[in-house]
């Protein structure tokens, strides 16, 4: 868990290599605590190894071969609330508050109920996020992309559903978007 692994690279550069554009990676998480997957790539520090640039390289592995300008962002992502067991272990998922993830006509439910972030560990996320960014750049990505979609963590707090916080970050679509809009200021430094 963590590194981009040699078939991950490789798939991206067969993708690079079939003429794309542009490539997005998928679900790179900022928080090695919180996964969403077993498997997923992890931004652990703010300098690249081999891996990371390796990566970066496959991803643009086309422009010799088609004459292309092919540009890759790394998409960031923390799941909140739907990192499943398998990857916490006995710890809870975290979430902007506690209401659980409940899928309808399901009986038994992947994720258990998340722990409501404290105020402290809301205002962290945006260095991870920042962190994350910087990794991406210096490895050779041409930018990222914020996944602030499909019930993770930043659409769990765009959320009034998943969001009934009522600090600066919950309440008013505003304060709702307040998480969102730091991290995107923090990520174009």
């Not at 554009?21 to 300098?47: H, K, Y």
């Not at 260095?127 to 990505?141: D, I, M, N």
């Not at 602030?148 to 659409?155: C, E, F, I, T």
Request: with cysteine.
């Amino acid at each position: 868990v963590g590194d981009p692994t040699p078939e991950l690279i490789k798939l991206y550069s067969q993708w690079s290599e079939g003429g794309a554009g542009l490539l997005i990676t998928g679900n790179v998480m900022v928080d090695p605590r919180f996964l969403e997957g077993p498997s997923n790539v992890v931004a652990r520090s703010a300098e690249p190894g081999d891996s990371w640039r390796a990566w970066a390289n496959a991803c643009k592995a086309g422009f010799s071969k088609h004459g292309l300008r092919q540009l890759s962002l790394v998409q960031l992502s923390h799941p909140g609330r739907q990192s499943p067991p398998s990857v916490l272990g006995l710890e809870r998922p975290v979430a902007p508050s506690d209401v659980s993830f409940k899928l309808p006509s399901v009986g038994i439910q992947i994720f258990r109920g998340p722990r409501a972030l404290s105020l402290q560990e809301v205002e962290e996320l945006p260095g991870l996020f920042a962190r994350a960014a910087t990794l991406a750049v210096a490895a050779g990505f041409d930018g990222i992309q914020l996944h602030a979609a499909h019930g993770y963590l930043l659409s769990q707090f765009l959320s009034p559903h998943t969001n009934r916080r009522d600090d600066a970050f919950g309440g008013s679509a505003t304060r709702r978007q307040k998480l969102l809009m730091d991290i995107v200021k923090v990520t174009r430094k």
